[in-house]
């Protein structure tokens, strides 16, 4: 359902978690990375499916054992047509973070 590169939008930013939550509803995200894991909620598993890494958030509070973001639950978030204008407005005003680890 979802791919590397895709433009998402959060349709769910309520966090059951220590954390403060690093999602915003109605927010444009460029997904990064989708992978399968685990649902954590107080670092309890409630369940399993895919997860999405994104471009412009780093979700410290999903660092796994390996000390890599694991991402956020895919359900969180839904497709957007990437032809719509205000997809490009809204990353002008959010612009996607560069990778300086190279």
Not at 25 to 51: I, N, P, Q, W
Request: net charge neutral; proline share 5%.
């Amino acid at each position: 359902m979802f791919h590397v590169g895709q433009i998402v939008v959060c349709v769910d930013d309520q966090w059951h978690s220590n954390y403060s939550c690093p999602l915003r509803k109605g927010t444009v995200y460029t997904v990064a990375r989708v992978s399968e894991g685990d649902y954590l909620d107080f670092s309890k598993v409630v369940g399993r499916g895919s997860l999405l890494l994104l471009v412009e958030v780093q979700n410290t509070s999903s660092i796994g054992e390996l000390g890599i973001d694991d991402g956020f639950r895919a359900g969180r978030f839904r497709p957007v047509n990437p032809k719509r204008i205000e997809v490009f407005t809204s990353l002008l005003v959010n612009p996607p973070r560069e990778d300086v680890s190279a």
